[in-house]
């Protein structure tokens, strides 16, 4: 399989770990609150790209049996000093598992997947999931792949063509809202918010 990471962004994160991981970044506790109403009690959740693990946290505290990972070993270690439990080093092409979770939390993370590769990796998602299962992740808005100052690269999707990525027809339900946010850079954005269910 092609690599779905781009090794300038890994670089970014690995170089600004701590400085990304203490800036006291809370929850995303209004996505969080409607992801969590729609698993079972207790269910399993897998988090892609967990940063700090602040979001890692929140879900635990609610009771789920959560799976945080991290592309990034600098970030992963620091989410596991947080957590106070180990975080899997995990790339996005190395999802594994066959009906595995109730639920995949990608918050602020798939929007550094190549566009080619990001159909392959929504796709393994999907066959993770349990039947039913939930799938939420966050992309910055925009009509073409590029890169921010930072260096670090966005597939800045519109809404339409995540649709074409997800492809409609893989799950019972596909629900794309947009607002506008921050983000590292300190720059207004353009959310995408995505949650897609698995039909049961």
Same mark, same amino acid.
């Given at each position: 399989?092609? #690599?779905a990471? %781009?090794?300038e962004t890994i670089k970014f994160y690995a170089n600004e770990a701590e400085a990304y991981t203490t800036r006291?970044?809370? /929850?995303?506790?209004?996505?969080?609150?409607?992801?969590?109403?729609?698993?079972?009690? !207790? !269910?399993r959740v897998l988090e892609l790209g967990c940063? /700090? =693990?602040?979001?890692s946290e929140a879900m635990l505290g609610g009771g789920f049996d959560v799976v945080p990972t991290d592309g990034t070993p600098e970030i992963a270690a620091a989410a596991a000093?947080?957590? =106070?439990?180990p975080v899997r080093v995990l790339l996005f092409e190395d999802i594994d598992g066959t009906e595995s979770y109730d639920g995949?939390? *990608?918050? /602020?993370?798939?929007?550094?997947?190549?566009? *080619?590769q990001l159909p392959s990796i929504v796709g393994q998602v999907h066959a993770a999931l349990k039947p039913g299962g939930v799938f939420y992740a966050s992309f910055k808005a925009g009509e073409a #792949?590029?890169? %921010?100052?930072?260096g670090r690269y966005y597939n800045y999707p519109s809404a339409e063509w995540l649709e074409q990525a997800y492809g409609v027809d893989h799950w019972s339900a596909l629900e794309i809202g947009? #607002?506008? !946010? =921050? !983000?590292? %850079?300190?720059?207004p954005t353009d959310w995408l918010h995505v949650t897609a269910t698995k039909a049961g």
């Amino acid at each position: 399989m092609t #690599e779905a990471k %781009d090794h300038e962004t890994i670089k970014f994160y690995a170089n600004e770990a701590e400085a990304y991981t203490t800036r006291g970044q809370p /929850a995303s506790v209004h996505h969080l609150r409607t992801f969590m109403a729609r698993l079972p009690r !207790g !269910g399993r959740v897998l988090e892609l790209g967990c940063g /700090a =693990g602040q979001d890692s946290e929140a879900m635990l505290g609610g009771g789920f049996d959560v799976v945080p990972t991290d592309g990034t070993p600098e970030i992963a270690a620091a989410a596991a000093k947080r957590l =106070g439990r180990p975080v899997r080093v995990l790339l996005f092409e190395d999802i594994d598992g066959t009906e595995s979770y109730d639920g995949i939390w *990608a918050d /602020a993370c798939l929007l550094h997947v190549p566009r *080619a590769q990001l159909p392959s990796i929504v796709g393994q998602v999907h066959a993770a999931l349990k039947p039913g299962g939930v799938f939420y992740a966050s992309f910055k808005a925009g009509e073409a #792949e590029g890169r %921010d100052r930072f260096g670090r690269y966005y597939n800045y999707p519109s809404a339409e063509w995540l649709e074409q990525a997800y492809g409609v027809d893989h799950w019972s339900a596909l629900e794309i809202g947009q #607002e506008t !946010g =921050g !983000g590292y %850079d300190g720059l207004p954005t353009d959310w995408l918010h995505v949650t897609a269910t698995k039909a049961g």
